[in-house]
């Protein structure tokens, strides 16, 4: 071990070359072919994949879903306005992106309610959001997941 | 303990020192070479405010290059050993935080690498929390620390 002294030594010496590398590598920057601000002007476009929807579901028709409803967890895939206007009873949001994955947190919520099924409905357009999000959600792990063939149209019949 | 002070332990930790100085030297030249696009990787993460965006991308691959080559030439090598902790350390949290957040991009670490290559994971995690333990035996264990260049001077 180097002691106290020779690990402060040490901490000082490593900020001396952190600052003299530093230095060295804003003055390479200067003449860099790919050189960069050393601020960005505006957010980076960053890529976010697709959200991976290749988990297993079940179908289900109006009246099944009717009869599962009670021992599951609802979800509506659609807008929070839309969800705002109208939503099955109990049914929590979470909106369908297409573009981004589904928060983590959300998935946690939906496994705390320790409900027997999930069951996602959505606008039943295609493709359906409520379909794309219960493939998502099945493809993080959980189990039991359906969604409801025709979406809220089907609901409002 | 006696272990530690044996030459045996001098060259395990040299050996250590080339393996963990390797890849931080290979590491950093993708980076140096493209920092714009070692900056979208950091971006990527969604840990830094923007503003420390470019700077880190300009300055990190640097420190990794030179802590790479001190770690194995021996001239400052506890100070390197100290700096890739620190950044081991640094990687191992962004990491586990991109986990968290359900980030799903390439880890960034060699920079060049699709997220079909190299993806951010617990892979990631494990392989970066290794890495950790190697650079920290080099900082507390290796006592008598081989240098490559003798001329440097080194272990009598």
């Excluded at chain 1, 219960?134 to 792990?141: H, L, S, V």
């Excluded at chain 2, 194995?72 to 950044?87: C, D, H, N, R, Y």
């Amino acid at each position: 071990m180097q002691g106290l002294k020779g690990s402060i030594i040490i901490a000082r010496n490593s900020l001396i070359l952190v600052i003299i590398i530093s230095f060295l590598a804003i003055l390479i920057n200067f003449v860099h072919p790919h050189r960069i601000p050393f601020v960005a002007e505006r957010p980076y476009e960053i890529y976010v994949p697709c959200p991976d929807t290749t988990g297993s579901i079940k179908e289900l028709d109006k009246n099944e879903f009717i009869s599962l409803s009670k021992d599951s967890v609802i979800i509506d895939a659609r807008s929070r306005e839309e969800y705002e206007k109208w939503h099955f009873e109990d049914a929590i949001n979470i909106e369908y992106d297409y573009l981004s994955p589904i928060c983590p947190l959300k998935i946690k919520e939906v496994i705390s309610m320790k409900r027997k099924y999930v069951i996602v409905y959505g606008d039943g357009e295609e493709p359906d959001s409520g379909k794309e999000l219960a493939k998502e959600i099945a493809t993080k792990g959980l189990k039991n997941v359906h969604y409801l063939k025709g979406g809220i149209k089907e609901l409002e019949k | 303990m006696r272990f530690f002070e044996s030459k045996f332990n001098s060259y395990l930790s040299l050996f250590l020192r080339i393996y963990i100085g390797g890849i931080f030297i290979y590491a950093s030249l993708h980076k140096i070479t493209h920092p714009d696009m070692f900056a979208i990787d950091i971006a990527t993460y969604d840990i830094l405010p923007l503003y420390l965006v470019n700077i880190m991308a300009i300055v990190l691959p640097y420190i990794e290059f030179f802590s790479g080559v001190l770690l194995i030439a021996g001239p400052f090598q506890k100070e390197a050993a100290l700096l890739i902790s620190g950044m081991m350390f640094m990687f191992f949290i962004a990491i586990i935080i991109a986990i968290y957040k359900g980030i799903e991009a390439s880890c960034g670490c060699f920079a060049s690498q699709s997220i079909e290559e190299d993806p951010i994971s617990y892979k990631t995690v494990i392989r970066d929390f290794i890495w950790l333990i190697i650079s920290l035996y080099v900082l507390f264990l290796d006592r008598r620390p081989l240098l490559v260049f003798r001329s440097m001077g080194g272990v009598k």
